[in-house]
C-alpha cells in the first residue's frame, strides 16, 4: 500500500492497530502462564518475550507522540503530503511482516526476561489502544515536518508518521512470531 497524506498514515495505523489487537487477543488471552513462557529453544523467544519486547519498544514512541501532542495540542484537520523519510523506510523494510529474516534488537527493547505473567495481554492491548488513541489526535498535524529522534539513536531522525507505519508493521512481525511459536509441535497444550 503506497501512502500519499498524512490522514492515509493516521488510518493505516489505527485500522493496522485494531488488526493487531484482535489478533492478540484471538490467539494469545487463552493461554497459560506456562505457555506464554515457553521457548522451542533457549535463544528463541516465547510469546510472552514476543509481547513484551512490543510493549517495552512501542511505549518508548508513545512518550514522544505525547510530547509532541502536547506541544501541538490542537487545530483544524488537515490533511498533507506525506513521504517517509530515507530512515523511516529502512526500518519499515526491516520490520515488515514478509521479511522472516532474524535480526538483532536493540538493547533498550529487550523483552521482559523468563516470567512473564498473563497480564502481558492487557499490557499490549493497553498500549496499543493508547497509540490509537493518540494517532487519532494527529490529524491536524503535519507528519512529515515534524521529527523525531529514533528511540535506537538520537542522531536517527524520522518523521512523525513513520513510527505510526513502523510500530504497525513491527507488531504484526512479532505477533507472527508469537503465532509460530504457538504451532511449534511441542507446544505445551496446558
Known sequence: MEILNSHQVVQYCIKSTNSNISLALKS???LSANQLNWKS???????????SHLVNS?????NKFQSILNLHPSGNERDFPYKQSFF??????GVNPSNLKKSKTFK?????????QIKIIDEYVNISEKLISLAGKMLHIDLKKIKLSSS????IRLNLGDPLIIISKHDERHLNQAERVKNHKEFPKN
Open 58 to 62: 512501542n511505549s518508548l514512541y508513545l
Open 28 to 30: 494469545f488471552s487463552h
Open 88 to 93: 523511516g523506510r529502512m526500518i519499515t523494510l
Open 152 to 155: 535506537v539513536n538520537f542522531l
Open 108 to 116: 533498550v527493547f529487550f523483552p521482559d526476561s523468563s516470567d512473564i
Open 41 to 51: 529453544n533457549p535463544e528463541s523467544w516465547s510469546i510472552g518475550e514476543c509481547l
